[in-house]
């Protein structure tokens, strides 16, 4: 039967350590639970996949949801997300980006057309990576729509890149089995890492623009 069962292990375990619509949705449909748990996910990345994949890994581990199942499920659910904001990129397109970003202050529109040109020589391989890096994962869609790249591509990019995100997480919780929720843990830390380098980045950027804007009215 391809569904976690009330009183299961996997329910008892996830009562403690997910919450509760995450366990709901398992409970009630298996393993397209998890998928939809994933896709809901991309959509609002606050929303723990290093809770929903290795929990699903965990239910599979006991016979109550078919690994495989577990897997495809996932993987589809990250597609559909992603797939989602993809198109919230293509409707918003260039034109309207470009006009937020002009009434932002510190930004500039020269900074927009080398985002894209940075996106039209490396966003293959952002999109594929972007995957398998926490936030990013969710938000990479966005620009992917707004630059059109091409449908097909962007959906096998991110299918092959889920797929090894999300395999990953499985099977570590599929080996781990009681175990599961020790992942998170790792995945805190790593997120933790990814967060702060972006923070400094960003950091980095305005000190960059205030301190040409100082020099530009000394000069003046």
């Given at each position: 039967?391809?569904?976690?069962?009330?009183?299961?292990?996997?329910?008892?375990?996830?009562?403690?350590?997910?919450?509760?619509?995450?366990?709901?949705?398992?409970?009630?449909?298996?393993?397209?639970?998890?998928?939809?748990?994933?896709?809901?996910?991309?959509?609002?990345?606050?929303?723990?996949?290093?809770?929903?994949?290795?929990?699903?890994?965990?239910?599979?581990?006991?016979?109550?949801?078919?690994?495989?199942?577990?897997?495809?499920?996932?993987?589809?659910?990250?597609?559909?997300?992603?797939?989602?904001?993809?198109?919230?990129?293509?409707?918003?397109?260039?034109?309207?980006?470009?006009?937020?970003?002009?009434?932002?202050?510190?930004?500039?529109?020269?900074?927009?057309?080398?985002?894209?040109?940075?996106?039209?020589?490396?966003?293959?391989?952002?999109?594929?990576?972007?995957?398998?890096?926490?936030?990013?994962?969710?938000?990479?869609?966005?620009?992917?729509?707004?630059?059109?790249?091409?449908?097909?591509?962007?959906?096998?990019?991110?299918?092959?890149?889920?797929?090894?995100?999300?395999?990953?997480?499985?099977?570590?919780?599929?080996?781990?089995?009681?175990?599961w929720d020790e992942v998170s843990g790792?995945?805190?830390?790593?997120?933790?890492?990814?967060?702060?380098?972006?923070?400094?980045?960003?950091?980095?950027?305005?000190?960059?623009?205030?301190?040409?804007?100082?020099?530009?009215?000394?000069?003046?």
């Amino acid at each position: 039967m391809d569904h976690v069962t009330a009183g299961s292990p996997a329910r008892a375990m996830a009562d403690s350590s997910a919450p509760g619509w995450i366990d709901s949705l398992m409970d009630t449909l298996g393993a397209p639970g998890a998928g939809i748990a994933i896709a809901l996910e991309n959509l609002f990345p606050p929303l723990p996949s290093e809770v929903i994949l290795p929990l699903a890994g965990f239910a599979a581990s006991t016979g109550q949801m078919n690994l495989l199942a577990a897997l495809l499920w996932t993987t589809a659910g990250s597609v559909i997300g992603a797939l989602a904001l993809y198109g919230v990129g293509a409707l918003l397109g260039r034109d309207r980006t470009v006009a937020i970003a002009a009434r932002l202050p510190l930004v500039k529109v020269a900074d927009i057309e080398r985002t894209e040109a940075w996106f039209a020589r490396h966003g293959a391989k952002a999109v594929f990576f972007g995957r398998m890096i926490p936030i990013f994962r969710s938000l990479i869609s966005v620009p992917a729509g707004v630059e059109r790249m091409p449908l097909p591509v962007f959906l096998v990019l991110t299918a092959l890149g889920s797929a090894i995100w999300n395999t990953a997480f499985v099977m570590a919780g599929y080996a781990l089995g009681e175990r599961w929720d020790e992942v998170s843990g790792y995945v805190s830390a790593y997120s933790k890492v990814v967060l702060i380098a972006a923070v400094l980045a960003v950091l980095g950027f305005v000190a960059m623009r205030v301190l040409k804007r100082g020099t530009g009215v000394r000069r003046g």
